[in-house]
């Protein structure tokens, strides 16, 4: 069974992995892997891919049960024993922009934000595997070491904006979106190169009233126009903007 121990940035815990240990890529296999929107942003950047490749090649999706949001996964190779598709025998192929999940290993971030609270409330647990040898290694760390070593800050700055939609939602009391907002979710989050081309066509900043400086940022700046996606979607879905355009 898996063992999980919370944590603060100041505990201390005892993990190294390193292509000379048993277990080496055994973590990286069988995973019901989530991408976050900035893990596929930086994935299909490395990839060269536009993000509707990276999607149809790469991913699945679903609507998630607990958040009633859309959900996309990491699709493993069925032919491989489940291997992640980005994995070689000498280990990550996309380490430098690897997931921010597999970044922080053998750590998860849990985040929540209570009403009224501008910032995350956070805290950690350390995942045990029973096939990890990593953590019979000497090398030591606090949390804020390891991520300061795996440099996860981004990955957790922009992961943090999905908080305000999750908690928009359950403030709403809505349990579900209709199709149509879930398609507008995964296009504005996950599928940015189709995004882009809509926010231009639609001209949707005037619904979302945006500097001009930022709205030419928005052409080339994937970081940028995601921050742009995550907002237009809390006002689209849950602040009452109206539709000016016609099928938007």
């Known amino acids: 069974m898996i063992h999980f121990q919370k944590l603060s940035l100041d505990d201390t815990f005892h993990f190294f992995c390193h292509p000379g240990i048993e277990c ?35 991913t699945t999706h679903h609507i998630g049960p607990a958040s009633g949001l859309p959900v996309v996964t990491l699709k493993m190779l069925a032919h491989e024993n489940l291997n992640c598709p980005f994995v070689s025998k ?18 998860a971030r849990i985040t929540q934000r209570k009403p009224n609270q501008h910032t995350c409330e956070e805290f950690y647990i350390i995942i045990k595997e029973p096939h990890c040898l990593g953590f019979q290694e000497s090398k030591a760390w606090t949390v804020k070491e390891w991520k300061q070593d795996q440099a996860v800050a981004l990955y957790d700055e922009m992961n943090d904006l999905l908080m305000d939609i999750i908690s928009l939602k359950n403030r709403s009391g ?13 296009l504005a989050c996950y599928d940015l190169d189709r995004f882009r081309g809509l926010v231009f066509e639609k001209r949707l900043w005037k619904t979302h009233p945006i500097e001009e400086e930022v709205i030419k940022a928005l052409e080339e700046d994937d970081v940028a126009l995601m921050r742009f996606g995550i907002e237009w979607i809390k006002g689209r879905l849950f602040g009452g903007i109206k539709d000016h355009h016609k099928g938007i």
């Open 90 to 107: 000498a280990g990550c192929t996309v380490y430098a922009d690897r997931p921010g999940s597999c970044r922080i290993y053998p750590l």
């Open 174 to 186: 809505r349990r579900r979106l209709t199709h149509r907002e879930n398609e507008l979710f995964y």
């Open 24 to 58: 080496f890529k055994r973590c990286c296999r069988d995973l019901n892997q989530c991408l976050t929107p900035y893990d596929i942003l930086r994935l299909k950047k490395r990839l060269k891919l536009s993000s509707g490749e990276f999607l149809k090649r790469y």
